[in-house]
């Protein structure tokens, strides 16, 4: 992107902070914000965000420390963990609070959208995964995990395929950022 893509306005406020207003809004117990590049910067796009900051100083060795890092923070005291994406701002409350709600009444080890039949982010993880989460290396999320999971995964259908969108290029922001 060739700068801080989490820092980029969508609407009127950055990226990270709509994903973090979208936490903050649902009924999750808390919200862990992993920082790890320009660090000081992205935190202070939170600044006045009841956030909690988890910082991932190993952040060039892969998505998978900042899983870790998250992991971490919460100290062990969680059923269960989202991962959001700082690069899908259009995620919601409701979204989430759906997610919540379906492990709630499943206790599925994983929980996912899903639009136009196909999986989704974010998604929700089980503290019976978290052993695993913590046991990974490298540039890799929890679609591994996921996988081997699969016959213990809830998909959540979404109507607005927007809510899942995830800006990994100049592209798709500029296809996206009038959008408020």
């Given at each position: 992107?060739?700068?801080?893509?989490?820092?980029?306005?969508?609407?009127?406020?950055?990226?990270?902070?709509?994903?973090?207003?979208?936490?903050?809004?649902?009924?999750?117990?808390?919200?862990?914000?992993?920082?790890?590049?320009?660090?000081a910067a992205v935190l202070?796009?939170l600044d006045g965000a009841?956030?909690?900051?988890?910082?991932?100083?190993?952040?060039?060795?892969?998505?998978?420390?900042?899983?870790?890092?998250?992991?971490?923070?919460?100290?062990?005291?969680?059923?269960?963990?989202?991962?959001?994406?700082?690069?899908?701002?259009?995620?919601?409350?409701?979204?989430?609070?759906?997610?919540?709600?379906?492990?709630?009444?499943?206790?599925?080890?994983?929980v996912r959208p899903e639009?136009?039949?196909?999986?989704?982010?974010?998604?929700?993880?089980?503290?019976?995964?978290?052993?695993?989460?913590?046991?990974?290396?490298?540039?890799?999320?929890?679609?591994?995990?996921?996988?081997?999971?699969?016959?213990?995964?809830?998909?959540?259908?979404?109507?607005?395929?927007?809510?899942?969108?995830?800006?990994?290029?100049?592209?798709?922001?500029?296809?996206?950022?009038?959008?408020?």
């Amino acid at each position: 992107m060739g700068e801080q893509k989490l820092l980029m306005p969508v609407g009127e406020r950055p990226m990270v902070r709509r994903v973090a207003d979208a936490a903050l809004g649902s009924r999750a117990a808390r919200t862990i914000v992993v920082v790890g590049h320009e660090a000081a910067a992205v935190l202070a796009a939170l600044d006045g965000a009841p956030v909690i900051a988890a910082m991932n100083a190993e952040y060039a060795d892969g998505m998978s420390t900042s899983l870790k890092a998250g992991l971490r923070a919460s100290a062990g005291t969680s059923d269960a963990a989202i991962f959001l994406l700082g690069d899908q701002p259009y995620v919601t409350s409701a979204l989430i609070d759906e997610m919540i709600g379906r492990f709630v009444s499943t206790g599925a080890a994983v929980v996912r959208p899903e639009v136009g039949g196909r999986p989704a982010n974010p998604v929700l993880m089980s503290a019976q995964l978290f052993p695993e989460i913590l046991e990974q290396s490298g540039d890799v999320g929890g679609r591994e995990i996921v996988e081997r999971h699969s016959d213990a995964v809830s998909l959540v259908s979404v109507n607005d395929p927007r809510v899942c969108v995830d800006i990994d290029s100049p592209q798709d922001y500029e296809a996206t950022k009038e959008v408020t």
